[in-house]
């Protein structure tokens, strides 16, 4: 299995960073790659065209501001595309996230909150999972931590309250 991850600057690492660490917990390989839509399109168009012939079977894509990186990804593959809008500008994110939701019909990019890099993740692992059961396995391993995190934190916040 592996990902490619792409960010329209470097600036989105530490946002994006926890969906390379997870995704690579899960056993799958990952491409970084920083490329800018506008200013490094034929990078972007170069990578998303050959991305399956390389293996890759899913794109993350995070960007800031306009944000049309994700977008013009999905307008060279037939690969699932997950966009990532970044809080990038004054607008806190709202404008990137416009950007990359507001696909036109049959360029489809699944598009998660903004900053929402984990989920990202997460998603492109539930889609390798559709086909393999044994990170579909892992997955639930994962959502039961997830649940019990919450019961922990749910007795710490009871046993305070009780005190």
Do not use: C
Not at 140 to 153: D, H, N, S
Request: aromatic share 4%; glycine share 8%; hydrophobic share 50%.
């Amino acid at each position: 299995m592996k990902a490619a991850l792409f960010m329209g600057s470097d600036s989105d690492w530490p946002i994006m960073k926890p969906a390379v660490e997870l995704l690579k917990e899960f056993g799958v390989e990952v491409d970084v790659i920083v490329a800018s839509a506008h200013r490094t399109p034929a990078k972007v168009h170069e990578y998303a065209e050959n991305a399956r012939e390389n293996g890759v079977g899913v794109i993350i894509a995070a960007a800031g501001a306009a944000a049309h990186l994700a977008g013009v990804i999905a307008s060279y593959t037939t690969l699932p595309v997950i966009g990532v809008p970044i809080n990038a500008t004054p607008l806190n994110g709202l404008d990137a996230l416009l950007s990359t939701v507001q696909m036109p019909s049959g360029i489809p990019v699944a598009t998660m909150a903004v900053n929402g890099a984990k989920n990202a993740a997460v998603f492109a692992l539930e889609i390798f999972g559709a086909g393999d059961a044994a990170v579909a396995k892992q997955l639930e391993g994962y959502r039961e931590k997830l649940r019990e995190g919450v019961a922990k934190k749910a007795a710490r916040v009871a046993s305070q309250v009780n005190q």
